[in-house]
Every structure is written in C-alpha cells, then in structure tokens.
C-alpha cells in the first residue's frame, strides 16, 4: 500500500524553526514530485513548496521564500520542509503530496490534486 507520512510538526514560538518530513512507503520517491500543502479552516488550500524528480528544481509560495526549504533524501525516501522565520501565519495543518514526475517541473496551485497525500501535521506558531 502506497502511503505518505507527514511528520514533525509542533508548535514554536515566532522566528523559531521546524523542520516537517514526508516519508514515503509502498513505493520509492525517486521519480515523483512531491509538493507541500497548508490549510487553515475556512481559508483555500495554499501550496507552500514542490520538488521535482530533480532535487534542484523547486518551487516556492511568495509567503514563504527565503524563509522555506524543500529538500529530499532519496535514500531515505524522504522529503523535508525546513521552515526558519516562522510567524503566526504559517499556523496551518501541512500536508505533503507525491505524483509520478513529468518533467522537471511541479506544481502548487491550490487545487492541484496529486495522486497521493498523508494524513497532515500540525504546525502552530505562537507565543
């Protein structure tokens, strides 16, 4: 069974850092692009950040360059969120997506529908 497994998430204080992971079992990350989603009751889904099968392309919300990074460690068949500077704002359920690579590139418009997601994990930035 193909699953993904967001983990890593907490609360922190603002300017702090958390760092989420998308670990992946049933099937092997190498050749998929995986993205990373946020969603706040009420609001539209946002798409944070993507990786392509190519660990140097990548994608970035505005809310969130320079701030966020998208890393992936194929060995260990799984991709990172390094999220430094956070505010109030980035308090959200994140989710991670994977579909089959096309390309060298990724997607994270909001209603984009990878093949599969994990369940979500909290991030809460608050003092």
């Known amino acids: 069974q193909k699953q993904l497994v967001e983990s890593g998430g907490g609360l922190v204080q603002p300017g702090g850092s958390l760092r989420l992971s998308c670990a992946a079992s049933?099937?092997?990350?190498?050749?998929?692009?995986i993205a990373w989603y946020r969603q706040v009751p009420g609001k539209e889904r946002e798409g944070v950040s993507c990786v392509s099968s190519d660990p140097d392309s990548t994608y970035y919300a505005d809310s969130v360059k320079g701030r966020f990074a998208i890393s992936r460690d194929n060995a260990k068949n799984t991709v990172y969120l390094q999220m430094d500077s956070l505010k109030p704002e980035d308090t959200a359920v994140y989710y991670c997506?994977?579909?089959?690579?096309?390309?060298?590139?990724?997607?994270?418009?909001?209603?984009?529908?990878?093949?599969?997601w994990g369940q979500g994990t909290q991030v809460t930035v608050s003092s």
């Open positions: 049933g099937f092997t990350l190498d050749h998929y692009a």
């Open positions: 997506g994977a579909e089959i690579a096309t390309g060298f590139v990724c997607i994270i418009s909001p209603q984009y529908d990878y093949t599969y």
